[in-house]
């Protein structure tokens, strides 16, 4: 992967992670299980910190 590649898979995965938050958000207000949203939120933290590490090397 290339740099710009790298920039836009982050902004990508940070684009989901904004959805699963909002739609956590809306799970917690009616009270319906969220362990599948926050296992993803954490999932999506972890490849965005990956990413981040990789597009650090390249520099």
């Given amino acids: ?3 710009q ?3 836009a898979e ?3 995965l940070k684009a989901d992670y904004t959805r699963l938050s ?3 958000e809306k799970l917690n207000y009616v009270g ?3 362990e599948y949203n926050e ?3 954490d999932r999506l933290a ?3 910190s990956l990413l981040r590490q990789k597009l650090q090397n390249k520099s």
Avoid: G
Wanted: glycine content about 0%; charged content about 45%.
């Fill in 1 to 3: 992967m290339n740099r």
């Fill in 5 to 7: 590649e790298i920039e």
């Fill in 10 to 12: 982050i902004e990508d």
């Fill in 22 to 24: 909002a739609d956590l």
């Fill in 32 to 34: 319906a299980n969220t």
């Fill in 39 to 41: 296992k993803e939120l």
């Fill in 46 to 48: 972890n490849e965005i």
